[in-house]
């Protein structure tokens, strides 16, 4: 079931196979990758309906407390930056 809910930041993880191993193949040690983070930083920054988020709402899985990004990790790491503490997403349970 899909739901549009309010999430803290500090309950959002990366998603993972069993082994721990990042199922996002974006490398975010590249300078390409911080660039492309900061910009969407600013972005969210000037989002005057919703201040500090993006328009295009996260994906996430929602298992117990937990939520696993589903899709939007650049999205959550600029908000991360900007210390966004709570955004709207699209929630899976």
Partial sequence: MQS??????????????ADGEP???????????????????AQFKANRLNPGQPVMKPILYKEGGIYWIIDGECRVRAMRSIGTERFLAEVYD
């Fill in 4 to 17: 549009l809910e309010e999430v803290a930041i500090c309950d959002v993880y990366p998603y993972e196979r």
């Fill in 23 to 41: 199922m996002n193949p974006r490398d975010f040690t590249t300078r390409e990758s911080a660039e492309h983070i900061a910009g969407l930083a």
